[in-house]
Protein backbone atom coordinates (compact mmCIF):
# COMPACT_ATOMS: atom_id res chain seq x y z
CA UNK A 1 0.00 0.00 0.00
CA UNK A 2 1.24 3.51 -0.98
CA UNK A 3 1.37 6.28 1.49
CA UNK A 4 -0.83 8.20 -0.89
CA UNK A 5 -3.60 5.40 -0.84
CA UNK A 6 -3.45 4.96 2.99
CA UNK A 7 -3.95 9.05 3.46
CA UNK A 8 -6.40 9.17 1.06
CA UNK A 9 -8.34 6.25 2.57
CA UNK A 10 -8.21 6.29 6.15
CA UNK A 11 -11.02 6.10 8.04
CA UNK A 12 -13.30 4.90 5.72
CA UNK A 13 -16.17 2.41 7.20
CA UNK A 14 -18.26 0.18 5.62
CA UNK A 15 -21.50 -2.33 6.11
CA UNK A 16 -23.47 -4.79 4.35
CA UNK A 17 -26.92 -4.74 4.48
CA UNK A 18 -29.47 -7.63 2.63
CA UNK A 19 -32.65 -5.09 1.92
CA UNK A 20 -35.03 -8.28 1.89
CA UNK A 21 -34.72 -8.82 5.83
CA UNK A 22 -36.91 -6.11 7.17
CA UNK A 23 -34.87 -5.58 10.37
CA UNK A 24 -31.79 -4.67 7.87
CA UNK A 25 -33.87 -2.66 5.51
CA UNK A 26 -35.45 -0.75 8.39
CA UNK A 27 -31.41 -0.19 9.93
CA UNK A 28 -29.73 0.68 6.33
CA UNK A 29 -32.98 3.31 6.23
CA UNK A 30 -32.13 4.63 9.81
CA UNK A 31 -28.35 5.06 9.62
CA UNK A 32 -28.40 6.40 5.97
CA UNK A 33 -30.93 9.30 7.52
CA UNK A 34 -27.90 10.64 9.06
CA UNK A 35 -24.79 9.63 6.50
CA UNK A 36 -23.13 11.80 4.22
CA UNK A 37 -23.05 9.13 1.62
CA UNK A 38 -24.56 5.63 0.78
CA UNK A 39 -23.37 3.90 -2.06
CA UNK A 40 -24.87 0.23 -2.76
CA UNK A 41 -25.77 -1.71 -5.95
CA UNK A 42 -29.58 -2.14 -5.34
CA UNK A 43 -31.97 -2.44 -8.25
CA UNK A 44 -34.44 0.58 -8.59
CA UNK A 45 -37.06 -2.08 -7.87
CA UNK A 46 -35.31 -2.93 -4.75
CA UNK A 47 -35.33 0.61 -3.47
CA UNK A 48 -38.47 1.13 -4.07
CA UNK A 49 -39.40 -1.72 -1.72
CA UNK A 50 -37.45 -0.43 1.03
CA UNK A 51 -38.34 3.13 0.74
CA UNK A 52 -39.21 6.06 -0.82
CA UNK A 53 -36.17 7.75 -1.72
CA UNK A 54 -33.97 5.10 -0.29
CA UNK A 55 -31.74 4.82 -3.54
CA UNK A 56 -31.74 8.56 -5.29
CA UNK A 57 -29.50 10.10 -7.29
CA UNK A 58 -28.46 13.21 -6.86
Do not use: W, Y
Amino acid sequence: MTVEFRNTHHNKQSMVFDLKVPAEAQAFLRLSANSHVAIGSASPRRCGLVGRGACSSA
